[in-house]
């Protein structure tokens, strides 16, 4: 007796979604809750596991294909009525140097639509602390004949490249634990840490570009990738965008969290960045100007009764922003805990639908990635979003009753984007000015919560 997988509720708004690759095909067995396939929507991607252990008879649904929730996708049974899977379209265009896993090519761009495991390779702008290796798995398939020899394993995503490449390890030795045998960071880390007892002392090699296989294809859009794109139009073209930028003295914060960090790590167990104190001053800020924590409805201004912070994190799918609900009530312990639970969780694609809705403001930290500050798009409802630059050291004139001098200080831009249908650039300048003092205060030692 065959037994159907139907297409499951993924939020309370959510009413398709595309199957963007299977991860089993007709013929193979499966157990209870093993994934089935990789489903995206407009709000979140994420797998499906089988509620029945058995053998897939017929799978449906094409990859790339829309369907409605409610929709059979796949049936499972003792494998006496199996059929062939309906056929996937072709992609755009096929990647000359990357190997394809052996199931059907996925729609997506190779960066963007990785196995699931790999996905917590990609790091995101807050979370410090590695994952730990696991132990290795079954040996890795045989990659095309044309292949180079260092994608034996299959494709290897272009950070795991780079992290081999810059801790010596070679690719073709590793034995990779995700799905299909791919290799993962973690195993390119366990090959780095077995290796550091035997290895000799050597100068650090300078840091050389790798040439991205992306290089000379072309690759279809994935869904969620569309979805930025339409929605970033859409608010550039509706709202009157504009960006103040403020450079705040971090000097007494950077002294503060050394003095504390390592007492903070061991009693929350999350290491403390900068980020929960730009994220605290935001939210307290947003608190004495809810301007700009606005948003517009019709001819109307609505003013949330609450501060509902979006963090934007970098995953190799594309930016994803789950939202810190009530963010003024929280302490930089509570920032801390939720940043790094929600990085951690986007990464490894297991946020909920509704983890990503009814944010009133966005944080995003590209000082994560080296800038000084950018011009950061407002996406709608929302009327405003903070960029954080990078903690910088450089020579500042300071003043003092002495007179003025030149010391080393700890620095960061701050830029406010923000919609100027509502906000006036005086809303943002007191905004900035608000918390670019409670930053070079420097007093948060109320507001550590350990």
């Avoid at 279809?220 to 339409?230: H, Q």
């Amino acid at each position: 007796m065959s037994e159907s997988v139907n297409l499951p509720a993924l939020g309370e708004s959510v009413t398709e979604g595309t199957v963007t690759r299977w991860l089993k095909k007709v013929g193979d067995r499966v157990e209870v809750d093993e994934p089935l396939l990789e489903v995206s929507t407009d709000k979140v991607d994420t797998e499906i596991p089988s509620p029945v252990a058995g053998v897939i008879e017929a799978i449906l649904v094409a990859e790339d294909e829309t369907v409605e929730v409610g929709t059979t996708l796949v049936t499972i049974g003792d494998g006496s009525g199996a059929t062939e899977a309906p056929a996937a379209p072709e992609p755009v265009a096929e990647a000359p140097t990357p190997a394809p896993e052996p199931v059907a090519e996925a729609p997506a761009p190779v960066v963007e639509a990785p196995a699931p495991a790999p996905v917590v390779e990609a790091p995101a702008p807050v979370a410090e602390a590695p994952a730990p290796a696991p132990a290795p798995a079954p040996a890795a398939p045989a990659a095309a004949p044309s292949a180079p020899s260092a994608d034996a394993a299959g494709y290897v995503t272009p950070l795991v490249r780079k992290l081999a490449h810059e801790s010596g390890v070679d690719l073709s030795a590793v034995t990779g634990t995700g799905v299909g045998g791919r290799i993962r960071k973690q195993d390119v880390l366990a090959a780095t840490s077995a290796s550091v007892s035997t290895a000799a002392p050597v100068a650090a090699p300078a840091k050389a570009l790798e040439v991205s296989p992306l290089r000379g294809t072309t690759v279809a859009m994935s869904r969620l990738r569309k979805v930025i794109a339409e929605r970033a139009v859409i608010s550039m073209q509706s709202s009157a965008q504009l960006t103040s930028v403020v450079e705040v003295d971090v000097t007494l914060v950077a002294h503060y969290r050394d003095q504390v960090k390592a007492a903070f790590q061991q009693k929350t167990g999350v290491k403390l960045s900068f980020l929960p104190f730009f994220a605290l001053a935001a939210a307290e800020a947003l608190t004495a100007y809810p301007i700009i924590n606005a948003t517009i409805e019709g001819d109307s201004i609505v003013y949330p009764a609450q501060e509902n912070i979006s963090i934007a994190v970098d995953t190799e799918r594309g930016l994803l922003t789950p939202v810190i609900r009530d963010a003024a009530k929280l302490d930089l312990a509570g920032f801390a805990a939720q940043i790094a639970d929600l990085a951690e969780r986007t990464r490894d694609n297991k946020l909920k639908p509704d983890e990503l809705a009814g944010g009133t403001f966005t944080l995003t930290n590209t000082g994560s990635r080296g800038a000084l500050f950018d011009t950061p798009i407002v996406f709608l409802p929302q009327s405003a979003i903070l960029g954080t630059g990078i903690v910088t050291k450089k020579p500042v004139v300071v003043s003092d009753a002495g007179g003025d001098a030149i010391a080393i200080r700890s620095m960061v831009y701050l830029a406010l984007s923000y919609d100027h249908r509502i906000v006036d650039g005086a809303d943002a300048a007191r905004f900035l000015v608000a918390v670019k003092d409670r930053l070079e205060g420097g007093d948060f030692a109320a507001k550590l919560g350990i």
